[in-house]
């Protein structure tokens, strides 16, 4: 997964009378860029992008000539402070935005590393800037409207949830990103420039923000940024990093609050749409062309009908109204029509609202979503039909017996079986022998000789009537089936069916829970109510309280706080746009008519009511339409024929397009000759895989130029790990082995102390948020020593045996009087043998001699102040070097001389 582009990176904005000045550049400071904006008009915004590089010499000539012009100007005296001042510095620009009065500059001003994908950073927004750009006399500051429209604008928090990257396409897939890559290579190998990306409207947020720039400005300066949650973990397996990532993308087409956006509008939106995606990467292989990576995608979405909730009745549930009587199922129609092109067949539909109540309320969606899905299904050819499956989980989950997740489970197993996973690497010899015939019967398009790789196609579905707190539990569950195969797939496990007490589900339920917490955030106002332990019915005492509390904050933000959130979200997507002599956002009874164009006034498009399925689609099923048809917009030679992305070409994926994929094989990474292909990994003059945009990722990721510690990463103190899960098993360290259940509470012994610790002090066993809410216990029970043992005692040697028995899950007793001789015996030898008090020719001094030894390789100048480059031998290097040639390039093949050596080792074994 190559670096796709090369964005301005660090901005600085300097200040004269009539311009900003934006000097832009990478992270090395190596290329700078300059944007002009004109401060001379009042109402119009005119941004010049000259599209020259400059190099650090030529901006510093630049800006001192700048500084010099505007400080020295034709009747007017000398002036220090009419020169060129810097304003602010930040990470890149947000777009443009007007009310009433000027434009408004935004700009990222922090940031963090929220996750890496193949060496591509993740950003997530920590603060932003507007900048007024008109000069101070243009400004009318008696406006009252102007500061209330700024505030309103300011109350969608760009510091919470918005994720931005400069090399990473974050609003597709994958899946897509992969695809779409090898196209561009097999089309530009020529040409060594970086690969052009167009990201999915639906999930650019600032998208109307960057409207006036976009066709004005070249690319490294548009940013875009996404909304919703991105978050990634860790699983150390022997040493192999294995990095799972969990990206949601919250659609911005029919965005709003809980009850004031409910169904679908009239072009097929729905409301609370997100995508999540969760990629399993295996980081052990550091080389862009060997990288190992494995995707699964679902939706989730409110039912695509035109149905509403009124809360103006101060009622915690308000009923539900089916608006407008849809006959035809237009709006349904749209909307899975849209699914099928972006994510191609089969659809997976999974209901989770109630089916029977006294009185209809969510059933009401149900009924009607089920006419319309056999509707539709009626005018497709049986193979693309929308498979619907219904689970009433709330009626399910009130059974003492029931068990949700198994339940859930085996509706994932089938979802599961129609979509399959993508795969960006060969399937494993082992693999292709596994006999289970789960395995075999998994979805997509699957591993084919030749074509080193799979292909999910299809997506699940999952919606309830928020599609919060029942939807994030059922996600977990599939997500759940789909990580198996992730990590069976990558070679991690032997079997592809993951238990649910283990460490490193734990680890990814953690990651689906801070998920549904902050989508139930952006749409409901509180965090999930009914987490995935609840329906596991584990703590029910500990959750309680804490559901009541997240019950009654929802409640308050629904009924309070929502219209103004809904009023900001309206005002920062474009969808009011402020004019003078015109009802402000705030004073607005509805909004309806800002997102449905009938009610605007706008002609609906013309669609067949049978014909719902757009007819260019049946040329790409069932693979999605959108991985298919994006040409070169460039004009180039190569790609210019439309038979390029010929249907029979997409679903076989002939080996020019995959060429140069991360599992291309030892003939890919090779020439003609059998030698390996250096320039395609170290950067020659052809191909894409050019050594510049390979240093720039490695820049981006070390940043060498700046000097921090290990512990100012903050990289290192986001990411979780399964360490932070493992109850230190000694008998198994594998975060895939399932734990046994801690005891609740240990009954004390009648006259014992406290147990004792190491520092002779009795220690409080403080449990996480997890083990205590798993278990319902108090996270200060004490366990106590046997009798016979002093609370007080601070020998380590007796302490030891003592507080092993603290997180590991052995019953371990005392040892008896004459193991304890022993192991006293054993410890007395240890402490004597590192005391210096034996003769110089005695085995201890000898060791300690050898320990203490200068190291050979030493530099002839080693102090705090200077040091010089140690020398290296050759022979050394050349170890150095075949080192790097087996990370690049794979092992190689054994002389005849190994294999003999080896051929006698064996026997003799």
């Given at each position: 997964?190559?670096?796709?582009?090369?964005?301005?990176?660090?901005?600085?904005?300097?200040?004269?009378?009539t311009?900003?000045?934006?000097?832009?550049?990478?992270?090395?400071?190596?290329?700078?860029?300059?944007?002009?904006?004109?401060?001379?008009?009042?109402?119009?915004?005119?941004?010049?992008?000259?599209?020259?590089?400059?190099?650090?010499?030529?901006?510093?000539?630049?800006?001192?000539?700048?500084?010099?012009?505007?400080?020295?100007?034709?009747?007017?005296?000398?002036?220090?402070?009419?020169?060129?001042?810097?304003?602010?510095?930040?990470?890149?620009?947000?777009?443009?935005?007007?009310?009433?009065?000027?434009?408004?500059?935004?700009?990222?001003?922090?940031?963090?590393?929220?996750?890496?994908?193949?060496?591509?950073?993740?950003?997530?927004?920590?603060?932003t800037?507007?900048?007024?750009?008109?000069?101070?006399?243009?400004?009318?500051?008696?406006?009252?409207?102007?500061a209330?429209?700024?505030?309103?604008?300011?109350?969608?928090?760009?510091?919470?949830?918005?994720?931005?990257?400069?090399?990473?396409?974050?609003?597709?897939?994958?899946?897509?990103?992969?695809?779409?890559?090898?196209?561009?290579?097999?089309?530009?190998?020529?040409?060594?420039?970086?690969?052009?990306?167009?990201?999915?409207?639906?999930?650019?947020?600032?998208?109307?923000?960057?409207?006036?720039?976009?066709?004005?400005?070249?690319?490294?300066?548009?940013?875009?940024?996404?909304?919703?949650?991105?978050?990634?973990?860790?699983?150390?397996?022997?040493?192999?990093?294995?990095?799972?990532?969990?990206?949601?993308?919250?659609?911005?087409?029919?965005?709003?609050?809980?009850?004031?956006?409910?169904?679908?509008?009239?072009?097929?939106?729905?409301?609370?749409?997100?995508?999540?995606?969760?990629?399993?990467?295996?980081?052990?292989?550091?080389?862009?062309?060997?990288?190992?990576?494995?995707?699964?995608?679902?939706v989730?979405?409110?039912?695509?009908?035109?149905?509403?909730?009124?809360?103006?009745?101060?009622?915690?549930?308000?009923?539900i109204?089916?608006?407008?009587?849809?006959?035809?199922?237009?709006?349904?129609?749209?909307?899975?029509?849209?699914?099928?092109?972006?994510?191609?067949?089969?659809?997976?539909?999974?209901?989770?609202?109630?089916?029977?109540?006294?009185?209809?309320?969510?059933?009401?969606?149900?009924?009607?979503?089920?006419?319309?899905?056999?509707?539709?299904?009626?005018?497709?050819?049986?193979?693309?039909?929308?498979q619907?499956?219904?689970?009433?989980?709330?009626?399910?989950?009130r059974?003492?017996?029931?068990?949700?997740?198994?339940?859930?489970?085996?509706?994932?197993e089938?979802?599961?079986?129609?979509?399959?996973?993508?795969?960006?690497?060969?399937?494993?010899?082992?693999?292709?022998?596994y006999?289970?015939?789960?395995?075999?019967?998994i979805?997509?398009?699957?591993?084919?000789?030749?074509?080193?790789?799979?292909?999910?196609?299809?997506?699940?579905?999952?919606?309830?009537?928020?599609?919060?707190?029942?939807?994030?539990?059922?996600?977990?569950?599939?997500?759940?089936?789909?990580?198996g195969?992730?990590?069976?797939?990558?070679?991690?496990?032997d079997?592809?069916?993951?238990?649910?007490?283990?460490?490193?589900?734990?680890?990814?339920?953690?990651l689906?829970?801070?998920?549904?917490?902050i989508?139930?955030?952006?749409?409901?106002?509180?965090?999930?109510?009914?987490?995935?332990?609840?329906?596991?019915?584990?703590?029910q005492?500990?959750i309680?309280?804490r559901?009541?509390?997240?019950?009654?904050?929802?409640?308050?933000?629904n009924?309070?706080?929502?219209?103004?959130?809904?009023?900001?979200?309206?005002v920062?997507?474009?969808?009011?746009?402020?004019?003078?002599?015109?009802?402000?956002?705030?004073?607005?009874?509805?909004?309806?008519?800002?997102?449905?164009?009938?009610?605007?006034?706008?002609?609906?498009?013309?669609?067949?009511?049978?014909?719902?399925?757009?007819?260019?689609?049946?040329?790409?099923?069932?693979?999605?339409?959108?991985?298919?048809?994006?040409?070169?917009?460039?004009?180039?030679?190569?790609?210019?024929?439309?038979?390029?992305?010929?249907?029979?070409?997409?679903?076989?994926?002939s080996?020019?397009?995959?060429?140069?994929?991360?599992a291309?094989?030892?003939?890919?990474?090779c020439?003609?000759?059998?030698?390996?292909?250096?320039?395609?990994?170290?950067?020659?003059?052809?191909g894409?895989?050019?050594?510049?945009?390979?240093?720039?990722?490695?820049?981006d990721?070390?940043q060498?130029?700046?000097?921090?510690?290990?512990?100012?990463?903050?990289?290192?103190?986001?990411?979780?790990?399964?360490?932070?899960?493992?109850?230190?098993?000694?008998?198994?360290?594998?975060?895939?082995?399932?734990?046994?259940?801690i005891?609740?509470?240990?009954?004390p012994?009648?006259?014992?102390?406290?147990?004792?610790?190491?520092?002779?002090?009795?220690?409080?066993?403080?449990?996480?948020?997890?083990?205590?809410?798993?278990?319902?216990?108090?996270?200060?029970?004490?366990?106590?020593?046997?009798?016979?043992?002093?609370?007080?005692?601070?020998d380590?040697?007796?302490?030891?045996?003592?507080?092993?028995?603290?997180?590991h899950?052995?019953?371990?007793?005392?040892?008896n009087?004459?193991?304890?001789?022993?192991?006293m015996?054993?410890?007395?030898?240890?402490l004597?043998?590192v005391?210096?008090?034996?003769?110089?020719?005695s085995?201890?001094?000898?060791?300690?001699?050898?320990?203490?030894?200068?190291?050979?390789?030493?530099?002839?100048?080693?102090?705090?102040?200077?040091?010089?480059?140690?020398?290296?031998?050759?022979?050394?290097?050349?170890?150095?070097?075949?080192?790097?040639?087996?990370?690049?390039?794979?092992?190689?093949?054994p002389?005849?001389?190994?294999?003999?050596?080896?051929?006698?080792?064996?026997?003799?074994?």
């Amino acid at each position: 997964l190559n670096p796709v582009s090369s964005k301005v990176q660090r901005i600085a904005i300097y200040e004269t009378k009539t311009r900003f000045y934006l000097i832009g550049s990478n992270n090395t400071e190596t290329v700078f860029r300059v944007l002009k904006v004109d401060r001379t008009e009042p109402r119009e915004l005119v941004v010049i992008d000259d599209k020259i590089k400059y190099t650090q010499r030529q901006i510093r000539s630049l800006l001192t000539m700048i500084d010099s012009g505007n400080k020295q100007q034709p009747g007017r005296t000398y002036s220090k402070s009419a020169g060129l001042q810097k304003t602010s510095s930040g990470f890149g620009i947000l777009g443009f935005v007007r009310f009433l009065e000027g434009y408004y500059m935004i700009l990222i001003t922090k940031k963090t590393c929220a996750a890496l994908i193949g060496g591509h950073a993740i950003h997530k927004v920590e603060d932003t800037q507007m900048i007024y750009i008109p000069q101070d006399g243009h400004r009318n500051k008696n406006n009252p409207l102007e500061a209330k429209y700024a505030q309103v604008f300011q109350n969608v928090d760009l510091s919470s949830s918005f994720y931005f990257s400069y090399s990473y396409d974050i609003t597709h897939p994958l899946q897509y990103n992969m695809r779409t890559q090898r196209f561009w290579e097999s089309c530009q190998r020529s040409k060594a420039r970086a690969i052009p990306w167009s990201p999915c409207a639906r999930f650019v947020w600032n998208e109307y923000l960057l409207e006036r720039i976009k066709h004005s400005v070249s690319d490294e300066w548009i940013i875009v940024t996404m909304q919703g949650f991105i978050s990634q973990a860790n699983i150390s397996v022997y040493g192999r990093p294995i990095y799972i990532s969990i990206i949601a993308r919250r659609s911005k087409e029919y965005a709003g609050c809980r009850f004031l956006k409910r169904g679908a509008n009239d072009q097929g939106y729905v409301a609370n749409e997100v995508e999540t995606e969760q990629i399993v990467h295996d980081a052990s292989h550091l080389a862009h062309n060997t990288g190992r990576f494995t995707s699964f995608v679902q939706v989730r979405g409110s039912v695509p009908l035109y149905w509403s909730q009124d809360p103006s009745g101060m009622t915690p549930k308000p009923p539900i109204a089916i608006d407008k009587v849809d006959p035809y199922s237009s709006v349904a129609g749209l909307h899975f029509n849209n699914l099928f092109e972006r994510y191609g067949t089969p659809v997976f539909v999974l209901n989770l609202v109630k089916k029977r109540e006294r009185r209809p309320r969510e059933s009401i969606l149900s009924d009607n979503l089920q006419i319309a899905l056999n509707y539709l299904n009626q005018f497709i050819p049986p193979e693309l039909h929308i498979q619907y499956f219904h689970f009433d989980m709330a009626r399910y989950s009130r059974s003492k017996d029931s068990d949700v997740l198994d339940r859930l489970g085996q509706i994932a197993e089938k979802a599961f079986a129609e979509t399959g996973f993508f795969h960006a690497g060969a399937e494993l010899l082992c693999n292709q022998h596994y006999r289970d015939p789960c395995y075999k019967r998994i979805g997509g398009i699957g591993y084919r000789p030749g074509h080193p790789y799979r292909l999910q196609t299809g997506v699940v579905r999952v919606n309830c009537v928020d599609c919060l707190d029942r939807t994030n539990t059922a996600q977990f569950v599939v997500g759940k089936r789909a990580l198996g195969f992730q990590l069976f797939a990558l070679g991690v496990v032997d079997d592809p069916i993951l238990e649910l007490d283990t460490d490193c589900m734990r680890m990814f339920e953690g990651l689906y829970e801070g998920h549904g917490d902050i989508i139930a955030l952006q749409y409901g106002g509180s965090q999930l109510v009914h987490r995935i332990r609840t329906y596991r019915k584990l703590s029910q005492w500990t959750i309680h309280s804490r559901d009541i509390m997240s019950t009654i904050s929802r409640y308050y933000s629904n009924t309070f706080n929502d219209h103004d959130k809904q009023c900001a979200i309206n005002v920062f997507l474009g969808k009011y746009k402020p004019q003078p002599m015109q009802t402000p956002a705030w004073e607005l009874l509805t909004d309806y008519y800002l997102h449905h164009l009938e009610a605007a006034g706008l002609p609906p498009a013309g669609r067949s009511y049978t014909a719902w399925l757009s007819q260019h689609l049946y040329t790409s099923i069932p693979l999605p339409y959108q991985e298919d048809v994006e040409l070169p917009s460039d004009g180039s030679d190569s790609c210019s024929s439309p038979d390029v992305l010929s249907p029979a070409l997409t679903l076989a994926m002939s080996p020019q397009l995959g060429a140069g994929s991360p599992a291309d094989g030892a003939l890919s990474r090779c020439d003609s000759t059998g030698k390996p292909d250096d320039s395609r990994v170290f950067g020659g003059k052809t191909g894409l895989r050019s050594g510049t945009y390979l240093k720039h990722t490695f820049l981006d990721h070390y940043q060498p130029w700046e000097l921090s510690g290990f512990e100012d990463y903050e990289f290192c103190h986001s990411m979780l790990t399964t360490l932070q899960f493992v109850h230190s098993d000694r008998a198994s360290p594998s975060p895939f082995v399932v734990r046994k259940k801690i005891k609740k509470h240990m009954t004390p012994q009648a006259g014992v102390g406290p147990r004792p610790t190491v520092a002779g002090s009795p220690a409080m066993h403080s449990s996480g948020s997890g083990s205590s809410s798993d278990d319902g216990a108090d996270s200060s029970d004490e366990e106590f020593p046997p009798e016979g043992v002093t609370a007080g005692h601070s020998d380590p040697r007796e302490a030891a045996p003592l507080i092993c028995g603290e997180r590991h899950e052995l019953e371990l007793s005392y040892p008896n009087s004459a193991d304890f001789q022993q192991y006293m015996r054993y410890a007395d030898q240890f402490l004597s043998a590192v005391v210096p008090k034996q003769p110089m020719d005695s085995p201890f001094a000898l060791l300690k001699e050898s320990l203490w030894r200068t190291p050979s390789v030493r530099p002839l100048v080693d102090t705090s102040y200077e040091t010089s480059q140690p020398t290296v031998s050759m022979s050394a290097y050349d170890t150095y070097v075949a080192a790097i040639d087996v990370a690049t390039h794979g092992a190689m093949y054994p002389t005849p001389e190994e294999y003999h050596v080896y051929k006698a080792f064996c026997e003799v074994a």
